[in-house]
């Protein structure tokens, strides 16, 4: 009974020991489902940045000490921030690829644990250009 025990235990544990791909795609498409969740207020921002631009005037007449010249460039460069944080979230759901067909285990979870870096950075960038854009337009009240 003893050893029957052990055996189990071992093969347990060398089960335990053979990573699956699977866990590491599912992981990856886990964290970009989370992160695609952020692409609701990037693409808010972008609307609420282009309105304000729209009505420079609208915005100078509601706050007369603002010098919209200042503030026009401002709103660009933020437009231009998010713009490129969406952009480098579709360029890598393009190149991301979950089908890994001819690859071995080994070759598979490499590959997953790099698109999980990348997705990462994608979801940092999101971060940063969502915390830049809220703290800008909530002067505003937007």
């Not at 699956?20 to 886990?30: C, F, G, H, T």
Request: net charge positive.
């Amino acid at each position: 009974m003893n050893k029957l025990v052990g055996i189990v235990l071992i093969a347990l544990g060398a089960a335990a020991c053979t990573a699956d791909y699977k866990k590491e795609r599912d992981e990856v498409m886990q964290f970009h489902d989370l992160v695609m969740g952020d692409q609701t207020a990037v693409v808010n921002y972008q609307m609420k940045l282009d309105t304000l631009l729209k009505d420079l005037k609208g915005l100078k007449a509601k706050y007369p000490e603002l010098d919209t010249v200042k503030e026009k460039e401002t709103m660009k460069a933020l437009l231009t921030d998010l713009t490129t944080a969406e952009d480098s979230m579709n360029d890598w759901m393009h190149k991301f690829e979950p089908d890994v067909t001819g690859k071995s285990n080994e070759e598979s979870i490499k590959y997953f644990k790099e698109e999980k870096v990348k997705i990462k950075r994608v979801d940092s960038l999101y971060k940063k250009e969502i915390k830049a854009s809220g703290a800008y337009l909530s002067k505003f009240k937007k």
